[in-house]
């Protein structure tokens, strides 16, 4: 099962990586595109999403509704979204359309055609996007903790801010297209079944005529807030919590994959049985490792009712620093069996390896084997993971509250 | 790939599919338990006797069951429906024989008054968390108002009365009632050895009794009532419609399928082009809900109070179009290639063809491979659609709408 990664890097740096798999009759594309929510200007929260969207209204040749019929002709499952760095757009298909897809994305990422009616709605919708988040505070206390946790502009929302978006205007987006789509920065990649000499010879004909550069990377500001709380009368307190840990190409990156497995890999981890299972304080209740290129954390859910509120937050943050005075053996086992069970299982769905290839890429400049992930999970021990604990605790919170009460953050 | 399927004394069925070329495997148990199933009073007991599965057996405590489960790096879990309670795990083709033996031991569980009297604040807090989410809490009202008291309508969760009154003797008696071996399914897909499958199956449930757990099925629903509830805290209309539809064992299914991907798919369809691209609406959708003898049209549309009559206006104009038009054969044609797509997808998966082999033995008692749905997809016409929706007019649906206060 060693499986080879393909890589082929265009005149002007485009990078494109491809992963066979055997056994599949379909493929999976995404490209990475340096245009995420921290890298636009200051002032444009939200335009991401917009442009996200507005390409998509026509491209080439084809009007709106011709590029749609087009996509979905071919049976695209298409997925696009945006992140802190990169606005990710791709799709599952099968193997077949392939060549096809990829002309019709090119169209889009190079010949969008970006007209002024097209853009009220694409814009209209992100603003809807936004306070649609008011009726979802599970996801909405996400958002609003990486705003806060990350040094500013790492966390800005990629829902955007309603005041940002009603100020944001077609001639702004453009311009913002033609900073930011840089494709000398993107990287290309899919996995399944395809050509990769078919796939390179078209996307030189795409692509490699194509505006090469570089983007500064965003100086970094503050913090936010330790403590945030949004009142809401709604039925539960959302807790959300994060804390720093590693970074993904730091030493003791694994060792951080790990201590998370243990406070939350399963059902036996300590998380899920000390507030769940012991206590019936929450339903949903969880923890996971979240990286980006300049920094990264632990972010923690737990959902209850608002007279559980303040024992939950306080049983969590107990769990998060009690993992430092030790952890056992059989723990240790379990988490690595753990994690690297779930790379196997996720590496047979070629959208998932797809986005895992492109995304080592972005963050390490190389893709990891499989073999070499599972034998970093395997050099861990209870020894490295505790001492990495002490070098980094778990200690210092970043909480963000939804709900009818208040709790205090100790 | 291979089929298997073998028949235990009790009448449980085995039913595998064998993949060499997988690197995992799946496993479920598929039991025919849902909330239709219950009475008012002991609403939601199907969905807590899932949770209360987990809590082990005479011989397994619940933190036993879960490291046992972690122990082998098993992606495990459990969820029900109005019509099932599907038991499920994925792990590596090693540990395949170990993780059957241990949910076939669960299936027998001890049913603990103390683990009961815990697990009670976990229901009630699910209970609560879906109450925050109003796409998911318009749908479940929606439910109720079209079965209009038949207990397909009833809540998966139940209400925090019924749970709060729910004693471990009801549940018992009603797991009594369920669970009988001839009303279960053990499924298997992916890399694994059908021999060893088959063996564990007849060492831990050869000894169960079979009885008949029975089902009332029928064609029922469809009150064509319509509702308006309004919370404080709400800023958007959460919109449900829904209408009857064929059941889960007409051949029809897959024209019902196809026509709620023309009007509700999540891109390019009537939904998407008339509500979603003008910002009508961020969110419309319809998806077709097969069932036991029955069977759903569901929308879910989410858009501002100020849209929310020109919303429904253009709604309604879509079901008119489609009740004198029909669809039109370039909009089915995108449509099946989007649906049969999916079907590959989701199929190169063990967990994904799982799902599909137990249910297709659940509601059709047979095996069906992956290239006979897509083939069943490929043969609808514009015709079976058109008579689908001619049996079926969507135009007569129930309406829940959840959303802000509309006073002063």
């Given at each position: 099962?060693?499986e080879?990664?393909?890589k082929?890097v265009?005149?002007?740096?485009?990078?494109?990586?491809?992963?066979?798999?055997?056994?599949v009759?379909?493929?999976?594309f995404?490209f990475?595109v340096?245009?995420?929510?921290?890298?636009?200007?200051?002032?444009?929260c939200?335009?991401a999403?917009?442009?996200a969207?507005?390409i998509?209204?026509?491209a080439?040749?084809?009007?709106?509704r011709?590029?749609?019929?087009?996509?979905?002709g071919?049976?695209?499952?298409r997925?696009?979204?945006?992140?802190?760095?990169?606005i990710t757009?791709?799709?599952?298909l099968?193997a077949?359309?392939?060549?096809?897809?990829?002309?019709?994305?090119?169209?889009?990422?190079l010949?969008?055609?970006l007209?002024?009616?097209?853009?009220?709605?694409?814009r209209?919708?992100?603003?809807?996007?936004?306070r649609?988040?008011?009726?979802?505070?599970?996801?909405?206390?996400g958002?609003r903790l990486?705003?806060?946790?990350?040094?500013?502009?790492?966390?800005r929302?990629?829902?955007?801010?309603?005041?940002?978006?009603?100020?944001?205007?077609?001639?702004?987006?453009r311009?913002?297209i033609?900073?930011?789509?840089?494709f000398g920065?993107?990287?290309?990649s899919?996995?399944?079944?395809?050509?990769?000499d078919?796939?390179?010879?078209?996307?030189?004909g795409?692509?490699?005529?194509?505006r090469?550069?570089?983007?500064e990377p965003?100086?970094?500001?503050?913090r936010?807030d330790?403590?945030?709380?949004?009142e809401?009368e709604?039925?539960?307190v959302?807790?959300?919590l994060?804390?720093?840990?590693?970074?993904?190409m730091?030493?003791?990156?694994?060792?951080?994959?790990v201590?998370v497995?243990?406070l939350?890999?399963?059902?036996?981890?300590?998380?899920?049985?000390?507030?769940?299972e012991?206590?019936?304080?929450c339903?949903a209740?969880?923890?996971r490792?979240?990286?980006?290129?300049?920094?990264?954390g632990?972010?923690?859910?737990?959902?209850t009712?608002?007279?559980?509120?303040?024992?939950?937050?306080d049983?969590v943050t107990?769990?998060?620093?009690?993992?430092?005075?030790?952890?056992?053996?059989e723990?240790?086992?379990?988490a690595k069996?753990g994690?690297?069970?779930s790379?196997?299982?996720?590496?047979?769905?070629?959208s998932s390896?797809?986005g895992?290839?492109?995304?080592d890429?972005?963050?390490?400049?190389?893709?990891?084997s499989?073999e070499?992930i599972?034998?970093?999970?395997?050099?861990?021990?209870?020894?490295?993971?505790?001492?990495?604990l002490?070098?980094?605790?778990f200690?210092?919170?970043?909480?963000?509250?939804?709900?009818?009460?208040?709790?205090?953050?100790g | 790939?291979?089929?298997?399927k073998?028949?235990?004394e009790?009448?449980?069925v085995?039913?595998g599919?064998?993949?060499r070329?997988?690197?995992?495997a799946?496993v479920?148990?598929?039991?025919r338990?849902g909330?239709?199933?219950?009475?008012?009073?002991?609403?939601?007991?199907?969905?807590?006797?899932?949770?209360m599965?987990?809590?082990?057996?005479?011989?397994?405590?619940?933190?036993a069951?879960?490291?046992?489960?972690?122990?082998?790096?098993?992606q495990?879990?459990?969820?029900?429906?109005?019509?099932n309670?599907v038991?499920y795990?994925?792990v590596l083709?090693?540990?395949?024989?170990e993780?059957?033996?241990?949910?076939?031991?669960?299936?027998r569980p001890?049913?603990?008054?103390?683990?009961f009297?815990i697990e009670?604040n976990?229901?009630?807090?699910?209970?609560?968390?879906?109450k925050?989410?109003?796409?998911?809490?318009?749908?479940?009202?929606?439910?109720g108002?079209?079965f209009?008291?038949h207990?397909?309508?009833?809540?998966?969760?139940?209400s925090?009365?019924?749970?709060d009154g729910?004693?471990?003797?009801?549940?018992?008696?009603?797991?009594?009632r369920?669970?009988?071996?001839?009303?279960?399914?053990?499924?298997?897909?992916?890399?694994?050895?059908?021999?060893q499958?088959v063996?564990?199956?007849?060492?831990?449930?050869?000894?169960?009794?079979?009885w008949d757990?029975?089902?009332?099925?029928?064609?029922v629903?469809?009150?064509g009532k319509?509702?308006?509830?309004?919370?404080?805290?709400?800023?958007?209309e959460?919109?449900?419609l829904?209408?009857?539809?064929?059941?889960a064992?007409?051949e029809?299914?897959?024209?019902?399928s196809?026509?709620?991907?023309?009007?509700?798919?999540e891109?390019?369809?009537r939904y998407?082009?008339?509500?979603?691209?003008k910002?009508?609406?961020?969110?419309?959708?319809?998806?077709?809900?097969?069932?036991?003898g029955?069977?759903?049209f569901?929308?879910?549309?989410?858009?501002?109070?100020?849209?929310?009559a020109?919303?429904?206006?253009?709604v309604?104009?879509?079901?008119?179009?489609?009740?004198s038009?029909?669809?039109?054969?370039?909009?089915?044609?995108?449509?099946?290639?989007?649906v049969v797509s999916?079907?590959?997808?989701k199929?190169?998966?063990p967990m994904?063809?799982?799902?599909?082999?137990?249910f297709?033995?659940?509601y059709?008692?047979?095996?069906?491979?992956?290239?006979?749905?897509?083939?069943?997809?490929?043969?609808?016409t514009?015709?079976?659609?058109?008579s689908?929706?001619?049996?079926f007019?969507?135009?007569?649906?129930?309406?829940y709408?959840?959303?802000?206060?509309?006073?002063?």
């Amino acid at each position: 099962m060693a499986e080879k990664v393909d890589k082929h890097v265009l005149k002007n740096g485009m990078v494109l990586l491809g992963e066979v798999m055997e056994g599949v009759e379909s493929a999976a594309f995404g490209f990475l595109v340096p245009a995420g929510a921290a890298a636009l200007p200051e002032g444009c929260c939200g335009a991401a999403g917009v442009i996200a969207d507005w390409i998509f209204r026509g491209a080439g040749e084809r009007s709106s509704r011709e590029l749609g019929d087009a996509l979905d002709g071919l049976g695209l499952h298409r997925s696009s979204s945006v992140g802190s760095s990169n606005i990710t757009l791709g799709s599952a298909l099968e193997a077949g359309n392939l060549g096809e897809a990829l002309g019709l994305y090119g169209d889009v990422l190079l010949r969008a055609s970006l007209k002024d009616e097209e853009f009220e709605p694409a814009r209209q919708l992100a603003i809807d996007g936004v306070r649609a988040l008011d009726d979802d505070p599970r996801q909405k206390v996400g958002v609003r903790l990486r705003e806060e946790f990350y040094p500013r502009p790492l966390g800005r929302s990629t829902h955007g801010r309603v005041e940002e978006l009603e100020s944001l205007t077609a001639e702004r987006a453009r311009e913002i297209i033609g900073e930011n789509f840089n494709f000398g920065e993107t990287i290309f990649s899919v996995a399944g079944k395809y050509d990769f000499d078919a796939v390179c010879g078209q996307m030189e004909g795409l692509f490699e005529g194509e505006r090469r550069g570089a983007s500064e990377p965003a100086a970094l500001g503050a913090r936010g807030d330790r403590y945030t709380h949004i009142e809401n009368e709604g039925a539960q307190v959302h807790i959300g919590l994060m804390t720093e840990t590693v970074r993904p190409m730091d030493e003791d990156y694994y060792e951080a994959r790990v201590a998370v497995q243990v406070l939350s890999g399963g059902m036996s981890a300590r998380l899920f049985t000390e507030v769940r299972e012991k206590r019936g304080l929450c339903y949903a209740i969880g923890a996971r490792y979240h990286g980006l290129k300049a920094a990264a954390g632990i972010t923690c859910y737990a959902g209850t009712t608002p007279d559980k509120a303040q024992e939950t937050l306080d049983v969590v943050t107990g769990e998060f620093r009690r993992l430092g005075e030790g952890i056992s053996e059989e723990e240790i086992q379990r988490a690595k069996v753990g994690l690297k069970s779930s790379l196997i299982l996720h590496s047979e769905s070629t959208s998932s390896r797809a986005g895992g290839i492109a995304g080592d890429y972005y963050m390490l400049g190389r893709v990891r084997s499989l073999e070499e992930i599972k034998e970093r999970i395997e050099g861990t021990s209870v020894d490295s993971v505790t001492g990495f604990l002490r070098r980094r605790p778990f200690g210092e919170f970043t909480v963000v509250t939804i709900g009818p009460r208040q709790v205090k953050v100790g | 790939m291979e089929f298997k399927k073998a028949t235990l004394e009790n009448g449980l069925v085995v039913a595998g599919e064998v993949n060499r070329s997988a690197k995992s495997a799946a496993v479920g148990f598929f039991v025919r338990a849902g909330s239709r199933d219950e009475s008012a009073e002991i609403n939601g007991v199907s969905h807590f006797l899932e949770h209360m599965l987990f809590k082990g057996t005479d011989r397994l405590s619940a933190q036993a069951v879960n490291e046992a489960f972690d122990r082998r790096g098993a992606q495990f879990n459990a969820f029900t429906s109005e019509e099932n309670t599907v038991f499920y795990a994925a792990v590596l083709p090693e540990y395949l024989v170990e993780v059957t033996e241990l949910w076939g031991a669960l299936m027998r569980p001890a049913l603990r008054d103390e683990d009961f009297a815990i697990e009670k604040n976990v229901i009630k807090e699910e209970i609560a968390m879906y109450k925050d989410l109003p796409s998911f809490d318009v749908m479940e009202r929606c439910r109720g108002l079209y079965f209009g008291g038949h207990p397909c309508g009833n809540s998966v969760l139940g209400s925090e009365e019924s749970i709060d009154g729910l004693t471990a003797g009801q549940m018992r008696d009603y797991f009594g009632r369920r669970y009988a071996p001839n009303n279960m399914v053990l499924a298997c897909a992916g890399d694994f050895e059908w021999e060893q499958i088959v063996r564990v199956a007849e060492e831990r449930c050869g000894k169960w009794r079979a009885w008949d757990a029975g089902r009332e099925v029928g064609q029922v629903g469809g009150s064509g009532k319509k509702e308006r509830r309004e919370k404080g805290n709400l800023v958007r209309e959460h919109v449900c419609l829904m209408s009857p539809g064929v059941a889960a064992q007409d051949e029809r299914r897959y024209a019902a399928s196809l026509l709620a991907s023309i009007v509700g798919d999540e891109v390019g369809s009537r939904y998407f082009w008339g509500l979603v691209d003008k910002a009508m609406a961020e969110s419309a959708t319809m998806q077709f809900g097969a069932m036991d003898g029955t069977g759903a049209f569901v929308s879910y549309i989410s858009c501002s109070s100020e849209n929310v009559a020109r919303v429904m206006d253009i709604v309604g104009r879509i079901f008119e179009d489609l009740a004198s038009r029909g669809v039109r054969e370039e909009e089915l044609r995108k449509a099946k290639n989007k649906v049969v797509s999916a079907l590959v997808i989701k199929n190169e998966l063990p967990m994904g063809r799982l799902v599909d082999l137990g249910f297709n033995w659940v509601y059709l008692g047979r095996y069906r491979t992956v290239e006979e749905d897509i083939s069943a997809v490929r043969a609808v016409t514009v015709e079976d659609i058109g008579s689908v929706i001619e049996q079926f007019d969507l135009r007569g649906f129930t309406e829940y709408i959840l959303g802000p206060s509309r006073g002063s």
